[in-house]
């Protein structure tokens, strides 16, 4: 079992920048972020190998980056230009060869 601890959510204004952390308790080769608002299903925000493969939504594109120590087992989400149609919990999220793992969640809220 891999825990999932996630930090970094919070307040921001339109067009500021949150960073989200999320650390892993053991390596695992798939490591990324969701995202979801009341009503509609968890969506893809971006994702990254342990080999620096990364998947991005559409929706962010340009905005957001995604790295990853592999040392630390640490996924980061770096979040600029934020809008407030990106306020939703994300969700850190983890995959191995047979197994799916999922954070806490943490609020990002982007309002004026």
């Known amino acids: 079992q891999v825990q999932l601890v996630e930090s970094g959510g919070g307040l921001v204004q339109p067009g500021g920048s949150l960073r989200l952390s999320c650390a892993a308790s053991?390596?695992?080769?798939?490591m990324g972020w969701y995202r979801q608002t009341p009503g509609k299903e968890r969506e893809l925000v971006a994702t990254?190998?342990?080999?620096?493969?990364?998947n991005f939504a559409d929706s962010v594109k340009g905005r957001f980056t995604i790295s990853r120590d592999n040392a630390k087992n640490t996924v980061y989400l770096q979040m600029n230009t934020l809008k407030p149609e990106d306020t939703a919990v994300y969700y850190c999220?983890?995959?191995?060869?047979?197994?799916?793992?999922w954070g806490q969640g943490t609020q990002v809220t982007v309002s004026s």
């Open positions: 999220h983890a995959r191995g060869r047979f197994s799916v793992y």
């Open positions: 053991a390596s695992i080769n798939l």
């Open positions: 990254i190998t342990s080999g620096g493969t990364t």
